[in-house]
């Protein structure tokens, strides 16, 4: 899928910006601050209706005014629709086509696109959470169910956890309805898990090429870790051994709610002992190898984004990068440096200069 146009009001530093993509390599260039990011941010937010950077909506807002309408056009198996996202004080609202989409799990699937950014490699050393989150943005938007399911496993957590904690307090009530709940939490899990354990599964099968492709050298894998390993009636016996145990804690000690996964480098966990580098090019290569899963499940490329590619990154990284980039592919690239990409690659993308939420320049290929 391409973005061929975007038009933004009211978006960070962009009061008024229309601007036109092409549908291979664009690259955004300018100095620190003058809104690279925010650019591209405006892209993902347009298929995500999420920033990737922020959880608070308002700093998506232009100072002092009190909403911003994200829109652009967007083709998909040779369909061009229009995609509208409009954020404001009171809320936000999406539109395909000037129709209101209220289902979140309907819109987010339509469009799909995969970011990289620097803190992206945060991830690695951050809590578990933030990696189940990365699983969950992804795998909701190549399918629908994702986001029902987890919602669904969500709620009967929450029950759940209050249950326990009224056994807890009131040891005589009925363990039957504990019974009830652990089932559907296992049934929603079990779900939840498959689809983790495939993406996951499908992106081994493309992520240690990829990273050698860049690296060089190295054999990356990741490491899915779950209790839901299990088969149900499996996980139904652990959940009734630690029933006393969950309700002295209150709430629910297993489940997919603790699932995490690992970056495994030459057989090591790459937290302990990767560089910089390493650890860019290991969350890089699971970005690119996404690409061609989604490719491969949806039948349609997702849109790219790898912003502030080229910082901490030398020169052979790269080249090796911008070598293994697939033309059928629209993808945005933003740098402060025009120099640090090669002639050839400048030759034949959309170049665009930002100055302070302006565009300064453009030049087709
Ligand atoms: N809500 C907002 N209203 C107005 N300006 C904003 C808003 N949010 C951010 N900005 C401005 O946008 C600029 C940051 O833009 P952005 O993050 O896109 O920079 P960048 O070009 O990616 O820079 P860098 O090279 O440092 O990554 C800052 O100057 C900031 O003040
Ligand atoms: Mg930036």
Redesign the pocket.
Known sequence: MKISKLKLVNF??YENLKINFSDKLNIIY??????????V?AIYLLALTKSFRITNDK?????GKDSTTIEGKITKNNDESDYKVKISTEGKKVEIDNNKINKISEYITKIQVIVFYPSNTELINDSPSERRKLLNIEISQIFKEYLILLNNYNKILKQRNAYLKQLYLYGNASREYLDILTKKLVEYGKRIHKYRLEFLENLNQNITKVYKDIFESGELKIKYKSSYNRTERELLEIYRKYYSKEMAAGKTLIGIHHDDFEFILDGNNIKEWGSQGQLKNAILSFKISEVKLIKDILKEYPILIL??LFSELDERKIYNILNILDDNVQTFI?T?ELKSIPINVVEKSNIYH?QN?EIMEEKDE
């Open positions: 960070r530093n300018g100095e620190n601050g003058s809104g690279k990011s925010n650019l941010e700093y998506l807002i232009n100072k912003d502030d933003t402060t930002i939420g």
